[in-house]
T-cell receptor
C-alpha cells in the first residue's frame, strides 16, 4: 500500500526552529513536496525535493533522503503567521499526488 | 495570489439540485485536478485531466461529473449529492502529469454544503 506518515501536531515557540518529518511508502517516487494550509484557506506550495539533500527557500528548508524514504520541512525564525497545517505529498508511480495526513503547527508567543 | 481561480467560493445546494463548480487557470498548465477535502483531513484526489482528457478517476461516485472544455477550464458538475458530500472542493493544476517536478497549484477552493 501507499502511505505517508507525519506527526499530527507540533508545538514550538515564536522565533525558534521546528522540524516536521515525513516518511513515505509508495509504488514509484517522483519527488516530495510540502504544502502549507491555513484554516479556511487552500494549500499553498512551499518546496519540492526530487534529489537527496537540502533545498532552502528563505526561512523554510526541505530535506530528502530517498534511501530512507524520509524527508523533513524545517521552519526557522518562527512567526505567529506560520501557525498552519503542513502536508507532505508525493507523486507516485501512477502519477497521483498523494498527501500525508498533515501536521498541525502551533506556535506559542 | 493563486493563479487558479475557482467559482463559486461558497455553494449551498439541496440534494435534488444540479450545480457546477468552475475552475480556470492561465499558466499554460496541461494537467488539472479536482480534490475533495474534509475538515482536518488531507486533500483527497478525485479526478485528473491530462491534455484535456480524463486520465484518473479515483472511483468517484457518478453524482460527480468532471468536464474539461479546454486546457484552461475545468468543471465539476454536481447532481443528487448527499449531505456527506459537503466539503471543500479544490481545483489544482500542474505543468504536466508524470514529468519530473510534481508541484501542483491550488485554487482557493469552493466550500460546498449539501442540505
Amino acid at each position: 500500500g501507499q502511505s505517508l506518515e507525519q506527526p499530527s501536531e507540533v508545538t514550538a515557540v515564536e522565533g525558534a526552529i521546528v522540524q516536521i518529518n515525513c516518511t513515505y511508502q509508495t509504488s514509484g517516487f517522483y519527488g516530495l513536496s510540502w504544502y502549507q494550509q491555513h484554516d479556511g484557506g487552500a494549500p499553498t506550495f512551499l518546496s519540492y525535493n526530487a534529489l537527496d539533500g537540502l533545498e532552502e527557500t528563505g526561512r523554510f528548508s526541505s530535506f530528502l533522503s530517498r534511501s530512507d524514504s524520509y524527508g523533513y520541512l524545517l521552519l526557522q525564525e518562527l512567526q505567529m503567521k506560520d501557525s498552519a497545517s503542513y502536508f507532505c505529498a508525493v507523486r507516485d508511480g501512477d502519477d497521483k499526488i498523494i498527501f500525508g495526513k498533515g501536521t498541525r503547527l502551533h506556535i506559542l508567543p | 495570489d493563486t493563479e487558479v481561480t475557482q467559482t463559486p467560493k461558497h455553494l449551498v445546494m439541496g440534494m435534488t439540485n444540479k450545480k457546477s463548480l468552475k475552475c480556470e487557470q492561465h499558466m499554460g498548465h496541461r494537467a488539472m485536478y479536482w480534490y475533495k477535502q474534509k475538515a482536518k483531513k488531507p486533500p483527497e484526489l478525485m479526478f485528473v485531466y491530462s491534455y484535456e482528457k480524463l486520465s484518473i478517476n479515483e472511483s468517484v461516485p457518478s453524482r460527480f461529473s468532471p468536464e474539461c472544455p479546454n486546457s484552461s477550464l475545468l468543471n465539476l458538475h454536481l447532481h443528487a449529492l448527499q449531505p456527506e458530500d459537503s466539503a471543500l472542493y479544490l481545483c489544482a493544476s500542474s505543468q504536466e502529469v508524470g514529468q519530473g517536478r510534481n508541484t501542483i497549484y491550488f485554487g482557493e477552493g469552493s466550500w460546498l454544503t449539501v442540505v
